[in-house]
Structures are given as C-alpha cells and as structure tokens.
C-alpha cells in the first residue's frame, strides 16, 4: 500500500499523535497538520496530494545531487549485500571507510590528511572541539581551552553543537552549557554595519579583529580554537566580506590558535568549490563537513585534521578516547564515496563556479527590484535575501520573524521550498538545477514576494 492510498488526512493524524519534530512548534503544526512528502525526482518534490514543489533548500541544504540518484542507492545495496555493519575501533579497517577517507583527503585544502567519521553535523563539530582541546593538552599547553565563536552562528544541536552556536534561542533553556566558550559578532554588513561603515571590506575587517580583541582579553595562552562557517547558513546565509576570512586566519596564526571551519553547508560544492574555505582562501587547521558528504542520502558526517594536529595526538596522545558506533559506517561510507565520484566526475562543482552559480546570483538579483527585497547575498548555489519595510532609508520589519513565515508559506503553498530564517528568505537548491529550473525558482519567488507585499503592505 502506497502513502497516497491511505490518504493524507490519515498521515497527518499519526503524525500529530506520535512524531515530534525538530525545530518545530509542534502544537502548531499538528493543529494545521504536516505536509506529506511522498517522492522526489531531480529538484523536485511531490506531496501526498500530487503538488509539486521546487525544492530551493535541496532538502535542508543536503541533497546536492538532487533526489533520485540510482548510482546512489546503487552504491548502499551493494554494500548492505556485502557487509552492512562493522565497527573500526577494534584493530579492524573496511575499505568503504579507508576509500572515502582517501577521498576526503584528495579534496580538502592543505594538509588535512587524516579523516575522523561521524554520523551527523552536531557529532562532527563535538569531535572537533573535543580534538582541539586535545590537541593542546598533548602540545602541554593545556590552559588553552577557551573556542570561539560567532553570535547567530549555528553548529548543531547537541551540547557542544548548541554551546558553540551563536543563537541565543537556543540557550533559552539556560546553563550549564560547556563551558570555556565566547562568541563574538558576525560579519553581516548588510543588518549590522552603522551608518559610517559604508565600505563592506572595511567592516569585514573590523568584525574579524573583533576575534583578535576577544583573544587577547582571554590571554592567548588561554585560547584553543576559534570556529566559523565560511557562509552562516541557518544564520540566514551572512556571506563575510571578501576581508574578513583572510584576516581571521592571519589573528589565528598569530596567536597560535586553531582555526575550525564549519564545512557542513558550505563544504561539496555550495559555493563553486569543493569547501566554501577555498572559496575564501583559507586553509584550517580542522574542518568538520557532512550533508553533502552523501548528498543527505544517508547519515554521515567527518572532521579533517590537518598533519600538525594529527600528529601531535596520533603519534603524542596515545588512545583519542572518542568515537561513535556509526564512525565510518559501510553503506554511508559507500554512499558519500560515490557521492564524491559522482561530483568530481561530472564536473558538478565546476559548473556551479563557471555557470550555473553565476546565473542563479545574476537571476536572483534581478530580485533587487522588488519593493520588498532590500538585498540578496550569496555565491555559488547558496544565497540569502533580505526582506525589509523600507529600502531607502533601510528599515527592517519590526516583527521580520513573522513576515518571513508568511512569505515561507506562501512559497510552499506556491510550490517553492524557500527557508525563512527571521526576515531573511534563504536559498540552496541542488547543485544540478538548470537554468530553466532557476528561472522557474526565481519567478515563483517574485510572486510569493509580491502576495507577502500584499499581506504586509
Ligand atoms: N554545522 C553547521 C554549519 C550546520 O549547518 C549544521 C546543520 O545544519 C550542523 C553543524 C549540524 O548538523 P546536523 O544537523 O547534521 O547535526
């Protein structure tokens, strides 16, 4: 029997009863009731009852393939007939896990040779900071364990995941979170530059001292890691000014601390290149990726270490007393190996830097002229476009959070999955969208603008 011959009505009353769904007011759903998912095929999706739907957010900024990759469950039956399950933390090894760590290492920037596996982007970013403390504990400098961060970052849901992001929505459930964590503010120039800071490269500059200030009133000598994501995706897609990732990583070096970069949106081709860190030109010491990784089609997440840390706890920590039953898993593993193949056999990331990228953020910015739209952001195939009351002068929707749901859902009611985070309307679609296909996104998203005027206006 078929999702759809029971009938949505019956989905959406087992749902209310008994699935609780993350980040989301759950109440409120079930009084209006989930919508029901039933297939996807390329960037698209159907519902249970025969809509289609544009999928702009490639599923939560994960399926960059787009859906219906049979290579892909290809890849998963041969290795589910072959060996489902092992663990590597015993003396043992698989080749799916060594073959995709190989990979990992063949497009990563610099020397982060040595991969780390881990189901999710949270367990990715936990084993991260949990390395780079390490890390200095075996350098013998174990004062060093303050990281910094970014408010309005976000590095997921588990504890070290909620404690390093910035959102302070999600702290509202209070301490203690973990300890010896700052942030500092983000590099959004659009929402946050004052009057006098007109020039985009000068601002970046100063946001990113802002780290070298926070540094030197912790002490260096106190300081493990700072941590960012190259473009803040769940933030609402704060792309840095081109000044500022360069002069984190020059604050970093000089105060010896290790430089985090959060590739877990950003990393497989987002951007136009393997990880949004190329993009910026920067090269970290530690990159945490997942999503991507297998395209979203199965759980999996991995740190990349660079040789100087790697070393010092391979060769100096003895056992590195973390992992999960999941490390490496064989059918992801198989998966995201494929997924890789699949990306730099076809080209896809060159033709997000040369082509289709390109014509997205042209096509997107024709926005621009819409009453509501102050500014869109972005490169690559992930942008961010702000929804204001007033272009000239600036002014934002003093109630932004509402006004970008009510344009969310006239997006899904329209047939476009476009993320509203505050009054920012967010964008991701499949790295493989057409350019048929972006007209189509962007001429749904002029309408839903253009019905949210209407309900705001
Ligand atoms: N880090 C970043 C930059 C993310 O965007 C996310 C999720 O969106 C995470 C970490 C957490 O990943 P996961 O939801 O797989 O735990």
Same mark, same amino acid.
């Given at each position: 029997?078929?999702?759809? !011959?029971?009938?949505?009505?019956?989905?959406?009353?087992?749902?209310?009863?008994?699935?609780? +769904?993350?980040?989301?007011?759950?109440?409120?759903?079930?009084?209006?009731?989930?919508?029901?998912?039933?297939?996807?095929?390329?960037?698209?999706?159907?519902?249970?009852?025969?809509?289609?739907?544009?999928?702009?957010?490639?599923?939560?900024?994960?399926?960059?393939?787009?859906?219906?990759?049979?290579?892909?469950?290809?890849?998963?039956?041969?290795?589910?007939?072959?060996?489902?399950?092992?663990?590597?933390?015993?003396?043992?090894?698989?080749?799916?896990?060594?073959?995709?760590?190989?990979?990992?290492?063949?497009?990563?920037?610099?020397?982060?040779?040595?991969?780390?596996?881990?189901?999710?982007?949270?367990?990715?970013?936990?084993?991260?900071?949990?390395?780079?403390?390490?890390?200095?504990?075996?350098?013998?400098?174990?004062?060093?364990?303050?990281? %910094?961060?970014?408010?309005?970052?976000?590095?997921?849901?588990?504890?070290?995941?909620?404690?390093?992001? =910035?959102?302070?929505?999600?702290?509202?459930?209070?301490?203690?979170?973990?300890?010896?964590?700052?942030?500092?503010?983000?590099?959004?120039?659009?929402?946050?530059?004052?009057?006098?800071?007109?020039?985009?490269?000068?601002?970046?500059?100063?946001?990113?001292?802002?780290?070298?200030?926070? %540094?030197?009133?912790?002490?260096?000598?106190?300081?493990?890691?700072?941590?960012?994501?190259?473009?803040?995706?769940?933030?609402?897609?704060?792309?840095?000014?081109?000044?500022?990732?360069?002069?984190?990583?020059? %604050?970093?070096?000089?105060?010896?601390?290790?430089?985090?970069?959060?590739?877990?949106?950003?990393?497989?081709?987002?951007?136009?290149?393997?990880?949004?860190?190329?993009?910026?030109?920067?090269?970290? !010491?530690?990159?945490?990726?997942?999503?991507?990784?297998?395209?979203?089609?199965?759980?999996?997440?991995?740190?990349?270490?660079?040789?100087?840390?790697? !070393?010092?706890? %391979?060769?100096?920590?003895?056992?590195?007393? +973390?992992?999960?039953?999941?490390?490496?898993?064989?059918?992801?593993?198989?998966?995201?190996?494929?997924?890789?193949?699949?990306?730099?056999?076809?080209?896809?990331?060159?033709?997000? +830097?040369?082509?289709? =990228?390109?014509?997205?953020?042209?096509?997107?910015?024709?926005?621009?002229?819409?009453?509501?739209?102050?500014?869109?952001?972005?490169? =690559?195939?992930?942008?961010?476009?702000?929804?204001?009351?007033?272009?000239?002068?600036?002014?934002?929707?003093?109630?932004?959070?509402?006004?970008?749901?009510?344009?969310?859902?006239?997006?899904?009611?329209?047939?476009?999955?476009?993320?509203?985070?505050?009054?920012?309307?967010?964008?991701?679609?499949?790295?493989?969208?057409?350019?048929?296909?972006?007209?189509?996104?962007?001429?749904?998203?002029?309408?839903?603008?253009?019905?949210?005027?209407?309900?705001? =206006?």
């Amino acid at each position: 029997m078929t999702v759809v !011959d029971r009938g949505t009505a019956h989905w959406q009353k087992l749902d209310a009863d008994h699935h609780w +769904h993350p980040f989301t007011n759950t109440k409120a759903l079930n009084q209006k009731g989930a919508r029901v998912i039933v297939r996807g095929e390329g960037v698209y999706l159907w519902d249970s009852e025969g809509n289609r739907i544009l999928d702009g957010m490639a599923g939560l900024w994960c399926v960059n393939l787009g859906y219906g990759r049979t290579e892909l469950a290809e890849a998963a039956a041969a290795q589910f007939a072959t060996l489902p399950f092992y663990n590597t933390f015993f003396q043992t090894t698989h080749t799916p896990a060594v073959e995709l760590a190989h990979l990992i290492a063949s497009v990563t920037p610099g020397d982060l040779n040595h991969v780390f596996f881990a189901s999710s982007g949270s367990e990715a970013v936990d084993t991260a900071l949990r390395m780079a403390r390490a890390y200095w504990v075996v350098a013998g400098k174990p004062s060093k364990t303050w990281v %910094i961060g970014r408010k309005n970052a976000y590095h997921g849901s588990t504890l070290a995941g909620a404690s390093l992001s =910035g959102m302070s929505g999600m702290w509202k459930y209070g301490a203690p979170l973990v300890p010896d964590i700052a942030h500092i503010a983000q590099p959004y120039w659009y929402g946050e530059a004052d009057a006098a800071e007109t020039d985009p490269e000068a601002f970046g500059l100063a946001r990113a001292r802002l780290l070298e200030a926070k %540094i030197l009133e912790l002490g260096a000598e106190n300081v493990a890691a700072f941590i960012g994501e190259p473009i803040q995706g769940a933030g609402g897609v704060i792309v840095p000014p081109a000044s500022y990732w360069p002069e984190i990583e020059r %604050i970093c070096r000089k105060y010896d601390v290790l430089l985090i970069a959060d590739e877990v949106i950003c990393g497989f081709g987002r951007t136009g290149s393997w990880f949004g860190s190329q993009t910026f030109g920067i090269t970290p !010491d530690i990159m945490t990726m997942a999503k991507g990784l297998s395209s979203g089609y199965l759980p999996i997440s991995a740190v990349a270490v660079g040789n100087r840390v790697a !070393d010092e706890l %391979i060769n100096g920590g003895g056992e590195f007393t +973390h992992g999960f039953t999941y490390s490496g898993h064989p059918v992801s593993a198989a998966v995201a190996k494929r997924t890789i193949e699949i990306l730099r056999d076809e080209k896809i990331i060159e033709r997000v +830097h040369d082509d289709i =990228g390109p014509y997205f953020q042209e096509r997107l910015r024709t926005l621009e002229d819409h009453p509501l739209v102050g500014k869109v952001d972005g490169v =690559g195939l992930i942008a961010g476009i702000a929804l204001v009351a007033s272009k000239s002068p600036k002014r934002f929707f003093e109630k932004g959070d509402e006004v970008g749901l009510i344009c969310r859902d006239h997006c899904f009611a329209e047939g476009l999955v476009m993320r509203a985070v505050g009054s920012r309307m967010v964008c991701a679609p499949p790295l493989i969208i057409s350019r048929d296909e972006v007209d189509e996104l962007v001429r749904l998203a002029r309408r839903c603008f253009d019905l949210t005027l209407r309900d705001v =206006g």
